[in-house]
């Protein structure tokens, strides 16, 4: 079992900068893909970014490409999104989640999710 916590999510201008992070308990963390996800208000849950296990692999939505870095450091159990250039439609609710599928877009295969944090970037 995993218990996976988000935080650094808040109120920022459009151009700034956040960086999330997710803490995860137990001892299989290092052996999991992650991956954030974001939904917001009226609109379908979508992936932003995913890092394999190793930390080697890692794939993007092409919204925040050369934006967003995904990274994670098993060492402390915790993965990270650093998140430049934000723009309002940035805007949600940011997801953790744990041992999924890589190739996953929707979040379906994966088996553990945090609470979430929000995100809100204003014009």
């Known amino acids: 079992q995993v218990h996976l916590v988000e935080s650094g999510g808040g109120l920022v201008q459009a151009g700034g900068s956040l960086r999330l992070s997710c803490a995860a308990s137990?001892?299989?963390?290092?052996?999991?893909?992650m991956g954030w996800f974001r939904q917001a208000p009226g609109k379908e849950r979508e992936v932003v970014a995913v890092?394999?296990?190793?930390?080697?692999?890692?794939n993007y939505q092409d919204s925040v490409k050369g934006r967003f870095t995904i990274s994670r450091d098993n060492a402390k159990n915790t993965v990270y999104l650093q998140m430049n250039s934000l723009k309002p439609e940035d805007t949600a609710v940011y997801y953790c989640?744990?041992?999924?599928?890589?190739?996953?877009?929707?979040?379906?295969?994966?088996?553990?999710w945090g609470l979430g944090t929000q995100v809100t970037v204003s014009s």
């Open positions: 890092i394999s296990w190793s930390g080697g692999t890692t």
């Open positions: 989640a744990g041992d999924g599928n890589f190739g996953d877009s929707t979040g379906f295969s994966y088996d553990y």
């Open positions: 137990g001892r299989s963390f290092s052996r999991y893909t």
